[in-house]
């Protein structure tokens, strides 16, 4: 059950920063940060070391490249997220 709710933590948090490339109202990059920081779970297998990297992403591209060393990257590298 642990490894349930921690891939679906992920999953969570990966949308939250994939949907959030759709807001317009969030021009500014730092006010993107702290807008969806309010949203990111503190659980998973990506929490804490890969939430800094993904909460600075602004593209699709730098959200695959945030998960570098993670068995979510060849996931989403083949999904074309665009």
Known sequence: M????KFECDMRTINVIH???AVNDLNNPRGKEASRAKYLTELGYLYPDFM????KAQDSKALV???DGTN???MLAAANLD
């Open 72 to 74: 979510y990257k060849p």
């Open 65 to 67: 490249e945030a998960l």
């Open 19 to 21: 949907n959030s490339f």
């Open 2 to 5: 642990d490894d349930l709710l």
């Open 52 to 55: 800094a990297e993904l909460n």
